[in-house]
């Protein structure tokens, strides 16, 4: 891919941003941070890449460890999430007070 | 070696990772759909992961040598697999174990030691491209006449990587210190170095200049010498900046996080790098602004740092005089409570620390028990990060539809019996609304004084909010002092109500 091409996925990818994160409820900013936190370590991605090649000891020992961080982010970030996310809970009964 | 050709299956799976990511935060628009968002991140996540793994599996090259040939194989290095594989479980075990274990209210330190894990991978995979960049793709191989072959990083390459590297060691060290300020480790005080912004400055344009020299000659001097001087910003910027002022910082880092994991898709040319990094840039970016407007402050005043400083100086100078104020006990507070239609309960930071959430949704119970209509409401600032107090709250199991934002419900005080606040303050003067003086003038406050009673648990008299103001409302004829422990006057309270 040249490298307009890159910019131009990243500037709507910015658009897009803006918007869906407009739309997150203030209620679920904290699991908003968590998961993007997860997200984010897609950087995984060039760690892999880094302890997959041959060439250079160094740079792979420094991708493995790169996965190691990635890797905790990823699982501990959605997992986190979703440990939060089942805590939200409406009502369980429209009518509670009784008396 | 030649540039790594993008396979367009491979292409295409990115994206549709990068899709994913999208709509994982598109589901978080409502608690009702946000669980199949964070699945849908999953996914995305298991995609970009699995095809990288397919893609990129290591090999070692085999020369055989026969009596009439020589033939290079190349077989999967089955090793270098293991110990990929062995990376991703460990750091699999550990991520799960500390998602787990945490509590709720060690939320905003967790989010931010993850976020300078982001920050030190980014790194990490910075200085691996830099050292093997044909790996990458982003080098050509020079061959020159004389001396070794040597690779040439692409130009754009050189300003992407340089950018991800100096992203990411500030989010790095940042976020350290953001976690040690937040865990307790580390006071949260501002610390406030003579100078600091001449230094910041100095710093900032030093990073600016080797990173531009960097694009020039690709020297490893300019690279590691930017990688230092981006480790030391993030500790300057951060150290400054204190207490209440912290869900701006945690926001940042967050943005920050992001900015740095686009730079380094756009140096791997992957669209889910860039995609998600677009997404979550913008995301703590929009956060920190929601942050900031309802601290009526400037991002750059809030960076800049020192907030509290100067106000603390002066509230023990002002000498205030005395002015009467009502204490009421446990008891007074359950009898006005069970008498009341509505009740509003304000939690602010003071909650979390007494971990009082719990026992507050206790006392809601039995209030309703007794026919009282209970709402929460929650300023956007209350707590160390956005959304701090909703997670506190949801962990109680208040139902989300009690608790609600500033601007919906700050109408109701009027018409509300009473007002319950619990470990907050700065949120509830009304001096930011009257008081141009006052450091919190502009910033938007929940009306607690238009309530019929308010009920204020505070610790003692004498500590003031963070931003070292007084609060009109204490010494209010219609407010009552409570006077205690947050934990403790709830569970009082409780007793009381039975």
Redesign the interface.
Known sequence: ?D?VA?LS???L??F???Y?????????????????????????????????????T???W???????????????????????????????RPA??K? | MEQVAVNPWVALAYLVSGVCFILALRGLSSPTTSQQGNRYGMIGMAIAVMMTLVTHVPTVSLIVEGDDYAAIFSRVDKSAVFEILAAIGVGAAIGIVTARRIAMTAMPQLVAAFHSLVGLAAVLVAVAAYLNPVAFGIADVVTPLIGQPFAVIHAVSRIEMILGVAIGAITFSGSVIAFLKLNGNMGGAPILLPARHAINLGVGLAIAWFAFHFWLTQSPFDFWLVVLLSFAIGFLLIVPIGGADMPVVVSMLNSYSGWAAAAMGFTLHNSAMIITGALVGSSGAILSYIMCRAMNRSFISVIAGGFGQSAEAGSGGGAKVDRPWKRGSAEDAAFLMSQAEQVIIVPGYGMAVAQAQHVLREMADKLKEHGVRVKYAIHPVAGRMPGHMNVLLAEANVPYDEVFELEDINSEFAQTDVAFVIGANDVTNPAAKTDKTSPIYGMPVLDVEKAKTVLFVKRSMGGVGYAGVDNDVFYMDNTMMLLADAKKMVEEIVKSLD
Do not use: D, Q
């Open positions: 891919m490298f890159i996925i990243f500037v990818a910015c897009v941003g803006y869906v994160v407009w739309s997150v409820t203030p209620a679920l900013h904290t699991p908003l941070m968590a998961v993007t936190n997860a997200i984010s370590s897609v950087i995984i991605v060039g760690a892999l890449i880094a302890s997959a090649a041959a060439g250079s160094s740079s792979k420094l991708g493995l460890l790169g996965v190691v961080l990635a890797s905790i982010n990823i699982f501990g970030g959605f997992a986190v999430t979703s440990r939060m996310l089942a805590m939200y809970k409406k009502k369980e509670v007070a008396h």
